[in-house]
């Protein structure tokens, strides 16, 4: 998302700490522009937080934490991820988490250098993640569960987010055989407020359960979507907006026939979208589209293809009426090649979310998966929890030519790291052939970097174990935001004498 989160600014101030006290430089009178530019930093610290992955008992789930290697970082740092669970006052006053000093679900040991993670069953709770010094820039962290039967069944992935203030969520549903939750943790030491707010074909579903939900400090809360409001719905649209302190939120949506995966925030509302990396074997794809402002939206709807952007027949355009949810189903929209929905205005622009349903298989053999618009990979994004031959990377130029890097680390339990170079020429997406570390031991991250040339929006496609299903998951990779832009200064030891 297009936010500057709260470590950012922390970074920024410790950074100026570090000099003492600074002044921020003044252009020299004596030139058009003398002024140094801003420097780019690593940040200093980061926060993820982790849903509870599963109310299965077959749930089987495996973290894994990355971070990629940052010049300039600090040469010390550390990470954990420790339960999200509030802590309750003892008899001396002191916190019984302080004094149960949990052990780590995953606790990294360096950058450059995945570590995994695993638990079993349905009690797994949700996760805060902290990370510091040299493992706080571009720190990922994939949550992925395989439920062997039931509701829900098959992989369901998710990359644990950043902490913020507010989320859209385009393809949640209250339909007969869905049942979605959204998920939402509290990372800091005061309790969150917040609203939900469900939106329909018909717009703003009515329900008054969903104002003001407290979510106490360190721990967090699941919500039914059936419970918000009674009304069914096979289009949602979920708009989580905090009142006060901030939240990690995303929304699990599992279905009896399809399975189910979770579905991370869409993009924030733009005129401009790309949905990429879209299956090449989907055999339905629903997009699922809503305008938050009070003007409608007509959007020109194109599949960026292995040769170039294309208009799907008879789905040319798309009108999405403000404050309401619109779903469109584009069947087998990539028949059989690498794609990515491209969105753009027909006339003015209006901001839209955008999310799309994406099932694979046939018959009892279905999956389903969820892919919303994404920010593109800019300098850097992270996809952690890779498996040899089940990882597929999906790279999109939707507009101007690009070549990217993409870097394979050591496995978690072993292997030499690799990289490979790509070119992708204007309007295609392509199913690269990724890297995979030499002599690989358990799973990897894939790092993507942009080397050149326009935006390049990115995801990848994870298969899982059971051959009966056609099970899957996808995850987007939009920039770390590992670094930030910190304002040139000097030093000025004249304040201390005022």
Not at 352 to 379: T, Y
Request: charged share 20%.
């Amino acid at each position: 998302m297009k936010r500057t989160t709260l470590s950012l600014i922390a970074c920024a101030t410790a950074l100026a700490a570090v000099t003492g006290f600074a002044a921020v430089s003044a252009p020299d009178d004596s030139g058009p522009d003398t002024a140094a530019p801003a420097a780019r930093l690593p940040v200093e610290r980061t926060g993820l937080l982790c849903p509870a992955p599963s109310t299965s008992d077959l749930a089987e789930t495996a973290y894994t934490s990355f971070t990629p290697v940052t010049k300039g970082a600090d040469e010390k740092g550390s990470a954990a991820l420790v339960t999200a669970e509030p802590a309750v006052a003892t008899d001396d006053g002191k916190d019984d988490k302080d004094e149960k000093k949990e052990k780590p679900v995953v606790q990294p040991k360096a950058p450059g250098a995945p570590v995994a993670g695993k638990t079993t069953g349905a009690d797994t709770p949700a996760l805060i993640g902290t990370a510091e010094g040299n493992s706080a820039p571009g720190w990922t962290v994939q949550q992925t569960t395989e439920v062997a039967a039931g509701t829900g069944r098959g992989l369901q992935g998710v990359n644990c987010t950043a902490p913020d203030t507010e989320f859209w969520f385009p393809g949640a549903s209250t339909a007969t055989g869905r049942t979605d939750y959204v998920h939402l943790t509290n990372p800091d030491d005061s309790a969150a407020v917040v609203d939900i707010e469900l939106y329909g074909k018909d717009g703003a579903l009515k329900s008054t359960v969903g104002e003001g939900v407290t979510v106490p400090p360190h721990a967090s809360e699941s919500l039914l979507l059936s419970t918000l409001s009674d009304v069914k719905q096979t289009d949602l649209t979920v708009h989580v907006g905090v009142r006060s302190g901030r939240l990690g939120a995303a929304v699990q949506a599992l279905d009896d026939k399809t399975g189910g995966d979770w579905l991370t925030a869409a993009a924030d509302p733009a005129s401009e979208l790309v949905l990429p990396g879209i299956p090449k074997d989907a055999t339905t794809v629903r997009l699922v589209l809503f305008t938050p402002g009070g003007t409608d939206a007509d959007l020109k709807v194109r599949l960026a293809s292995p040769s170039g952007l294309i208009t799907p027949a008879g789905h040319e355009t798309v009108h999405v009426k403000a404050g309401m949810t619109t779903g469109v189903d584009l069947g087998e929209v990539t028949r059989g090649e690498a794609g990515s929905l491209v969105l753009t205005p027909t006339d003015r622009s209006v901001p839209v979310v955008a999310a799309v349903r994406v099932v694979r298989g046939k018959g009892d053999e279905q999956e389903s998966a969820f892919i919303p618009a994404s920010d593109p990979v800019g300098a850097r994004a992270t996809a952690a929890d890779n498996r040899a031959k089940s990882t597929t990377l999906a790279l999109s130029a939707p507009g101007a030519a690009a070549q990217v890097k993409v870097t394979a680390s050591a496995g978690t339990e072993g292997g030499t790291p690799a990289t490979k170079t790509y070119t992708l020429k204007a309007g295609t997406t392509q199913n690269v052939d990724a890297p995979v570390p030499a002599g690989l031991k358990g799973s990897y991250a894939l790092t993507v970097e942009t080397v050149s040339g326009g935006p390049v929006h990115a995801s990848r496609t994870l298969t899982g174990s059971d051959d009966d299903v056609a099970s899957f998951t996808v995850q987007t990779l939009a920039d770390d935001r590992g670094t930030v832009s910190v304002p040139n200064a000097d030093e000025d030891l004249s304040v201390l004498q005022k």
